[in-house]
């Protein structure tokens, strides 16, 4: 017998809990490749959506509260006045604030909620949930860049994190097969086609990250500094090396990683374009040791796993991947030998961490929609 699909997992919540015949969205999780903790100093960043998801299944209620029923829990969220609860419930509930701050009508519904995004994993679980609630709230009329927008401001505003566009933006604009070259402070964006030489792997590092502890917003405390003494609103706009001469301290090495990661994202995208897989391995490496060294983002256990996927055979290249201070590390991999090269990594880091960490292959899916 096969294990149930997380669509067949919401459906199934949703009857058991709620009446009547749900609408079924669906929001991916999402890789970034490289250009890390630049989305919200104005830079480029790559990511794609990947082939793992959030799933709603919605359908109105006629009551002026949210029943919602998921892995995590029940509840029931009053759309009168927002309620911080300090846990997965900001994020739906703020989705639903969001919504009517950016001038949407949002009734009360019935939401029932599945996902395998795995949490805490750096790969997006948070703006996974938002995307899709905010497109089931919305009856799928919210889509696109302006779903994206709302489910950062839901974040934001609600759940109190200081987080760029990039998380929500590739869960709602995602092009399967492609990664997108996002420009975050104009919100432009091309989709780079992946080579089918590309395989990347994701493994945890088995430190869990939370990022409203305030090691997150520190870091962009910093780069605000450092763009508030060139003059500047976004760090992104300075793209002069030699004015580093001017910062000190913190900001110095914020504002080092910023630029200088902002010149190897642009260089990978060449790479990319030119199935150059060396050299992007190579970049994904300096974008490491620059996240470790100079955003000091990066902890022991995550330093470790990555230096070993970096030395192992087939790995082009490997970094830490999302905010920091756990999660996951992301691998660029030769798809030949992705099989044997994750193994050989589990099996080293594993004795180290005293238990088998999670680990997985991704693909580049399509971004957020209804299932019809």
């Known amino acids: 017998m096969t294990n149930p699909s997380q669509s067949q997992i919401a459906l199934a919540r949703f009857k058991d809990a709620f009446s009547g015949t749900p609408r079924l969205f669906r929001a991916p999780g999402r890789i970034n490749i490289i250009g890390e903790h630049v989305d919200y100093a104005g830079g480029k960043v790559m990511p794609a959506a990947i082939d793992f998801a959030c799933w709603v299944a919605a359908r109105p209620n006629g009551l002026d509260v949210l029943r919602v029923s998921s892995d995590l829990g029940q509840s029931e969220l009053s759309l009168d006045q927002f309620t911080k609860q300090g846990d997965w419930r900001d994020y739906v509930a703020g989705v639903a604030f969001a919504l009517r701050d950016a001038g949407h009508a949002v009734q009360g519904y019935d939401l029932a909620i599945a996902s395998d995004v795995p949490m805490g994993a750096g790969v997006s679980s948070s703006a996974a949930l938002e995307v899709a609630v905010g497109l089931a709230l919305s009856g799928g009329a919210v889509t696109g860049k302006d779903l994206a927008l709302i489910a950062q401001a839901a974040e934001n505003t609600y759940v109190g994190m200081a987080c760029g566009i990039m998380d929500q933006f590739a869960s709602a604009c995602g092009v399967e097969g492609h990664a997108l070259m996002l420009d975050c402070a104009t919100l432009a964006y091309q989709p780079i086609p992946l080579p089918a030489t590309a395989c990347f792997l994701i493994i945890d590092s088995g430190v869990k990250h939370q990022h409203t502890s305030g090691g997150y917003a520190s ?92 030395a192992t055979e087939g790995v082009y290249g490997a970094r830490m991947m999302g905010g920091g201070f756990g999660g996951s590390i992301i691998a660029l991999v ?24 999670g680990a997985f292959v991704v693909r580049a899916a399509a971004g957020a929609g209804e299932v019809v």
């Open 219 to 310: 870091r962009r405390a910093d780069c605000e500094a450092a763009a508030a003494t060139f003059g500047v609103t976004l760090l992104a706009e300075v793209t002069d090396l030699a004015a580093l001469d001017h910062l000190s301290g913190n900001p110095l090495k914020r504002a080092r990683h910023v630029l200088t990661e902002i010149d190897r994202t642009q260089r990978a995208e060449i790479a990319l374009m030119q199935g150059d897989l060396m050299e992007l391995g190579r970049l994904l490496n300096a974008s490491h040791a620059s996240l470790s060294a100079d955003m000091e983002v990066s902890t022991p256990e995550v330093d470790r796993l990555t230096a070993l996927a970096q």
């Open 334 to 357: 030769e798809p030949d030998l992705a099989a044997a090269a994750l193994e050989a990594i589990l099996e080293t880091y594993s004795a180290y961490l005293g238990q088998r960490p």
